[in-house]
């Protein structure tokens, strides 16, 4: 009964100590000790080894759908976010207009083909004048020299007539025919040659028409060529009447309906394929070793921060301020420093989940590793757990040195 009275009764912070050196509390908080030791050495690990930014966002081509020709629509087979294939028909124009143009077109360049074939056919026959004209000046020519060689021997057998009638050699009658055929050859010699010269000159007028001919062949077939140039393009205005899709894509951006008159130029709806990047944001400060071809993790907000594996592309020459549409000019007013961003571009190196739609706009965080150096999960984890119990050992060590001084 005494050593019972004796006996110090338990004190409050003497209970509590025991509740903290219990197992049940030493061993779950441990465990959470190294669950935050893990994270917290996760994140400076990765401070120190990777470069980060929320400034990014997904980008891709846009591709804009114009047409070529102004005219009312007759049908727009696609639906707004519907995913397209290349030659797709997206938007078709009523083609009544430019089907009629083709075909007046068309009968003009036939008009204009039978024209040029007429002055071909011209053509050949000015050739054969030419060469008939050549052949009558020739044979004129002949003739003329036929005419000049019968000449000669008539005007020798007048000479000889003439000596033989001072003898009284011929009768009166014989030198009067001598004379008279004498007269006859120079008229004859005198008409060939006129003849010869007419002839002559029906070559240098033959020749002329055929200049002139093949001049009106030329422009014949100018106009043949110029009225199927027309055709040509009535028949390209035709085909532009149906706007097909370029490339793979998902229709975005769909500001037409049937019944709408469209004019040359206006967008009418967009495409955007499949194939995504990111544009990374980073400031100029981060970029001291940041290179193309390192490794990224892109989260994806869209995807709940889903991770994916990617690599830096390429890094803009200059910062995004510069290329803006108003550039800054810090020569003029007052001047303050301001940390530049410098666009990035990043490429996946896995393929996107197909059931989900991506965008240009999109939210995403990339980490660029731009350091050789890297610590692996398990190692951080086990470091993580080193220290939680080394603390725990450390931390029971010196609650059990109170405990002690307690109860003394």
Not at 101 to 122: G, H, I, R, V, W
Not at 139 to 145: F, G, M, N
Not at 329 to 352: C, D, M
Request: proline residues 5%.
């Amino acid at each position: 009964m005494n050593e019972e009275k004796s006996a110090p009764p338990p004190t409050v912070n003497g209970a509590r100590m025991a509740k903290l050196n219990s197992p049940w509390f030493l061993w779950p908080a441990t465990g959470a000790l190294a669950v935050l030791l893990f994270f917290g050495l996760d994140y400076l690990v990765n401070a120190l080894t990777h470069e980060s930014t929320d400034d990014a966002f997904i980008a891709a081509h846009v591709v804009s759908i114009a047409p070529r020709i102004a005219g009312q629509v007759s049908a727009v087979p696609v639906l707004d976010n519907e995913m397209v294939r290349s030659n797709e028909l997206l938007v078709e124009i009523d083609p009544a207009d430019y089907s009629t143009s083709a075909m007046q077109k068309q009968s003009s360049a036939d008009a204009a083909a039978a024209n040029y074939k007429s002055f071909l056919a011209a053509l050949e026959l000015m050739g054969e004048k030419v060469t008939t004209a050549k052949a009558t000046a020739d044979q004129s020519k002949a003739d003329a020299d036929a005419a000049q060689a019968t000449d000669l021997r008539a005007q020798s057998d007048f000479q000889r007539f003439t000596e033989l009638r001072k003898q009284n050699t011929i009768s009166a009658q014989e030198f009067d025919a001598a004379q008279a055929a004498v007269g006859e050859a120079d008229a004859n010699l005198a008409a060939a040659r006129q003849k010869a010269i007419a002839d002559t000159s029906k070559i240098d007028e033959s020749r002329a028409e055929l200049s002139a001919t093949e001049a009106a062949v030329a422009m014949a077939l100018a106009l043949l060529r110029q009225a199927e140039a027309n055709v040509q393009a009535a028949q390209l205005d035709l085909s532009y009447t149906k706007i097909y899709a370029p490339c793979d894509g998902r229709v975005t951006r769909k500001a037409v309906e049937p019944g709408d008159y469209v004019q040359i130029g206006q967008q009418l709806m967009s495409l955007v394929p499949a194939d995504v990047w990111v544009i990374a944001n980073f400031k100029e400060s981060q970029l001291k070793k940041m290179k193309p071809g390192q490794p990224v993790s892109v989260e994806i907000d869209a995807l709940g921060g889903r991770t994916f594996s990617a690599r830096v592309d390429s890094v803009q020459a200059g910062s995004g301020a510069a290329f803006s549409l108003l550039p800054p000019e810090n020569a003029t007013g007052n001047y303050v420093k301001v940390v530049q961003r410098v666009p990035v571009k990043i490429l996946f190196t896995e393929p996107l989940p197909a059931g989900h739609t991506f965008g240009p706009g999109l939210s995403v965080t990339p980490s660029v590793r731009v350091s050789g150096f890297e610590i692996p999960a398990w190692a951080i984890a086990l470091l993580a757990a080193v220290l939680a119990v080394t603390a725990a050992s450390v931390f029971r060590f010196v609650l059990k040195r109170k405990m002690s001084g307690n109860g003394k």
